[in-house]
């Protein structure tokens, strides 16, 4: 006996627990006490689009935590090096079981003054 296709999509239509084009709201605690505050604009290249000529171009303006740093197009490629670096280092860490109260890595004795 074969299902009809009115069936087979109310099955789908009752699990959907949100009207369509809305989303349940998020708890942004949960992604860290800076997440929300980080943006980028344009805003520092637009105002320093004619001193291009003059030096090194800011590209934008980088925003975190309530702060705004015109950022060059390096500064920008060195701010991500380093968040990446940052999370290799994390994860290398987690997996080694570094990050556990009472672990890390050992002091040697042979370098201890007395």
Known sequence: MKRSARKRNAK???R???AQGTSKPKNLDRYGK???TIDFNLEGARKNAHA???GIPIIGTFIIGGKSFDITWTEA???METLQDA???YNVAERMGMLEPG???PIPVWSKTY
Do not use: C, P, Y
């Open 87 to 89: 999370k290799h280092q």
């Open 34 to 36: 800076l997440w929300n």
């Open 16 to 18: 959907a627990h949100n």
């Open 12 to 14: 789908f239509q009752q």
């Open 52 to 54: 291009k000529s003059e």
């Open 77 to 79: 490629t060195r701010i």
């Open 103 to 105: 672990t890390g890595t």
